[in-house]
């Protein structure tokens, strides 16, 4: 008989008190066993949602989380071992560029992605339309690719966290994602247990992303670089934008399209200024002193793509494949594009089959959204907004309601002045890309 009850624990958070290090312990060992029921699990992650958590409370939930499953031995990697995690955004197809990027730099980056649920893409849907390439690998598949190759982005192992796996389907039906200590916990337990030396964080700020303002997102970052720091783990956060997508591309197979631009040397400006900005922060992590704009120009990195591509049994020389239906949106009036909502974009291309509804829905490979303007861009009555791509025409009409929502033609140039966000083709007109740095 234990001395804990769940009923207790939960009792206790409710009421407001901070769960001793026993008792997190207990529920967190006896929920990933079964003995503590989804129900009461809904209710601790409820009233830890509205309590809030100590950053003690949180560091040893983290614990127990890694403590649920093995953490991945890289000793064997003798390179540097350096990870970036993006709390997800639309368009944000950073991974694909930066992992073969870093590691052509010199760097080992052991990046365990996941799929999309929602309006958010996952790094595993986009390659997975890369054809031939496999996203499961065993764990001495994964520290063998590592170190002959130095870029490795796979699905997490089933042994590596198995309490978030659990608990993070739970939260994801129960309303209880949203709470700081939970994700937070969340994200670094899989990262501390794969056992990278270093991490770099892009927490995303805006309509697109899960926070939606400056001040929470400047929490969350906070919160997860102490848990990084308290496990030995050099950690760097980045605050950056994500109320307009990323880059002029959401889906997948179209993503994949626009990172081998960056890779080759060109690609949207944003993308390009992001990749670089996370390289740097990686390598300087890392310990690594090199310069990963030249790697972009040189074609190292590239060549680090077609390698890492390889290694999972993917053909980089491949055609990527392509929607059987393109439709467009086009300008009601002239005028400037104000503005474009990341969230409306990115619920248009999940409409479109870019991304799933349950778990265990098939993506569209070919489904997306390609911008063809960006804020600030001169429009007249006409010209293509947009172009919405699906394999099922029955997906159009959500989709382009959606879309058309988050598209806004106004009649003169935007308030904010001149872009920072400039791409190859177009100016941009929204805030800065990258809002702060958290060390
Ligand atoms: N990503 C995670 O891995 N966990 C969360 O809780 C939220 C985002």
């Given at each position: 008989?234990s001395?804990?009850?769940a009923?207790d624990?939960?009792r206790?958070?409710?009421?407001g008190h901070a769960?001793?290090?026993a008792?997190?312990?207990?529920?967190?060992?006896?929920y990933?066993k079964?003995?503590?029921a989804?129900?009461?699990m809904s209710?601790?992650?409820m009233?830890i949602?509205?309590?809030g958590m100590t950053p003690g409370?949180i560091?040893?939930?983290?614990a127990a989380m890694?403590?649920?499953?093995?953490r991945l031995?890289?000793?064997a990697?003798?390179?540097?071992?350096v990870?970036?995690?993006?709390?997800?955004?639309v368009?944000d197809?950073?991974?694909?560029p930066?992992?073969?990027?870093?590691?052509?730099c010199?760097a080992?980056?052991?990046?365990?992605?996941g799929?999309g649920?929602?309006?958010?893409?996952g790094?595993l849907?986009?390659?997975?339309?890369?054809?031939?390439?496999r996203?499961t690998?065993?764990?001495?598949?994964?520290?063998?690719?590592?170190?002959?190759?130095?870029a490795?982005?796979?699905?997490?192992g089933e042994?590596l966290?198995?309490?978030?796996r659990k608990?993070?389907?739970?939260?994801?039906?129960?309303?209880?994602?949203?709470?700081?200590?939970?994700i937070?916990?969340?994200?670094m337990s899989k990262?501390?247990?794969?056992?990278?030396?270093?991490?770099v964080l892009?927490?995303?700020?805006g309509?697109g992303?899960?926070?939606?303002d400056?001040?929470?997102a400047?929490?969350?970052a906070?919160?997860?670089?102490?848990l990084g720091k308290?496990?030995?783990v050099?950690?760097v956060?980045l605050?950056?934008?994500?109320?307009?997508?990323?880059?002029?591309t959401?889906?997948?197979?179209?993503?994949?399209?626009e990172s081998?631009?960056?890779?080759a040397?060109?690609?949207?400006a944003d993308?390009?200024?992001?990749?670089?900005a996370l390289a740097?922060?990686m390598?300087e992590?890392?310990g690594?002193?090199?310069d990963?704009?030249?790697?972009l120009?040189?074609g190292?990195a590239m060549?680090?793509w077609?390698?890492?591509?390889?290694?999972?049994g993917g053909?980089?020389?491949?055609?990527?494949p392509t929607?059987?239906?393109t439709e467009?949106?086009r300008?009601e009036?002239?005028g400037?594009?104000?503005s474009?909502?990341?969230?409306g974009?990115?619920?248009?291309?999940?409409?479109?089959g870019?991304?799933?509804?349950?778990k265990?829905?098939?993506?569209?490979?070919g489904?997306?959204?390609?911008?063809?303007?960006r804020?600030g861009?001169?429009?007249?009555?006409?010209d293509?907004l947009?172009?919405?791509?699906t394999d099922?025409?029955?997906r159009?009409?959500a989709?382009?309601?959606?879309?058309a929502g988050?598209?806004?033609?106004g009649?003169?140039?935007?308030?904010h002045?001149?872009s920072?966000?400039?791409t190859?083709?177009?100016?941009r007109?929204?805030?800065?890309l990258?809002?702060?740095?958290?060390?």
């Amino acid at each position: 008989m234990s001395e804990f009850a769940a009923v207790d624990v939960i009792r206790a958070k409710r009421d407001g008190h901070a769960l001793s290090d026993a008792q997190i312990d207990w529920v967190v060992d006896a929920y990933t066993k079964g003995v503590v029921a989804d129900e009461q699990m809904s209710a601790l992650a409820m009233a830890i949602l509205l309590r809030g958590m100590t950053p003690g409370e949180i560091a040893r939930w983290t614990a127990a989380m890694i403590a649920s499953g093995e953490r991945l031995d890289l000793s064997a990697v003798s390179r540097p071992t350096v990870d970036k995690h993006s709390t997800g955004g639309v368009g944000d197809k950073i991974t694909l560029p930066l992992t073969p990027l870093v590691a052509a730099c010199g760097a080992a980056v052991p990046q365990l992605s996941g799929r999309g649920l929602g309006h958010t893409g996952g790094t595993l849907d986009k390659l997975e339309s890369v054809p031939g390439w496999r996203a499961t690998l065993s764990n001495d598949e994964f520290v063998s690719q590592l170190r002959d190759v130095g870029a490795v982005i796979c699905a997490a192992g089933e042994g590596l966290a198995p309490a978030d796996r659990k608990l993070y389907a739970l939260r994801d039906v129960t309303g209880t994602v949203e709470a700081i200590p939970l994700i937070a916990s969340s994200i670094m337990s899989k990262k501390i247990a794969e056992g990278t030396g270093a991490l770099v964080l892009d927490v995303k700020v805006g309509t697109g992303a899960f926070m939606k303002d400056e001040d929470t997102a400047r929490e969350l970052a906070r919160t997860m670089v102490e848990l990084g720091k308290a496990h030995g783990v050099r950690t760097v956060a980045l605050l950056t934008d994500m109320n307009t997508p990323l880059g002029l591309t959401v889906g997948n197979a179209v993503e994949v399209e626009e990172s081998l631009e960056v890779l080759a040397g060109g690609g949207p400006a944003d993308v390009v200024e992001l990749t670089l900005a996370l390289a740097r922060e990686m390598l300087e992590a890392a310990g690594i002193d090199a310069d990963p704009a030249k790697a972009l120009a040189s074609g190292a990195a590239m060549d680090s793509w077609k390698a890492m591509i390889r290694a999972q049994g993917g053909d980089p020389g491949a055609a990527l494949p392509t929607a059987r239906e393109t439709e467009v949106l086009r300008a009601e009036r002239d005028g400037v594009v104000a503005s474009i909502d990341a969230l409306g974009v990115g619920l248009a291309a999940w409409r479109l089959g870019a991304g799933r509804a349950r778990k265990e829905d098939p993506v569209g490979f070919g489904a997306g959204v390609v911008l063809k303007v960006r804020p600030g861009d001169a429009v007249r009555a006409g010209d293509v907004l947009l172009e919405l791509r699906t394999d099922d025409p029955e997906r159009i009409p959500a989709a382009r309601a959606d879309a058309a929502g988050a598209v806004h033609v106004g009649p003169d140039a935007p308030a904010h002045g001149p872009s920072d966000r400039p791409t190859a083709t177009h100016e941009r007109t929204e805030g800065p890309l990258l809002i702060d740095r958290i060390a």
